[in-house]
Nanobody, 122 residues
Framework: QVQLVESGGGLVQAGGSLRLSCAAS????????MGWFRQAPGKEREFVAAISWSGGSTYHADSVKGRLTISRDNAKNTVYLQMNSLKPEDTAVYYC???????????????WGQGTQVTVSS
């Protein structure tokens, strides 16, 4: 079992920045690839970014490339999502997830956090 807890969400103006954190506990964090997904009201859960277990490989959705960046610190059992140049369309609940292999599909992930709300005002 892996328990995931997101934090760092909030309300920010367009053009602003936030950093989301996802703290993991339970089985060995460094064994898992990690992903960030988001879900806006009335929409399906959407892939944002993923990172390999070592941090050596990262993947970002085209819609966030150059603005949102995933990273991890295995010594702290934490994965991050640095969010810059935020847009109103980034408004959603953001979830972190753990998987044996990095994937852009929600069904590829075994463990999920409870989510953190990010709201970007125009």
């Amino acid at each position: 079992q892996v328990q995931l807890v997101e934090s760092g969400g909030g309300l920010v103006q367009a053009g602003g920045s936030l950093r989301l954190s996802c703290a993991a506990s339970g089985r060995t964090f460094s064994s898992y690839a990690m992903g960030w997904f988001r879900q806006a009201p009335g929409k399906e859960r959407e892939f944002v970014a993923a990172i390999s277990w070592s941090g050596g490989s990262t993947y970002h959705a085209d819609s966030v490339k150059g603005r949102l960046t995933i990273s991890r610190d295995n010594a702290k059992n934490t994965v991050y999502l640095q969010m810059n140049s935020l847009k109103p369309e980034d408004t959603a609940v953001y979830y972190c997830a753990a998987a044996l292999h990095a994937s852009g599909q929600p069904m590829g992930y075994d463990y999920w956090g409870q989510g953190t709300q990010v709201t970007v005002s125009s």
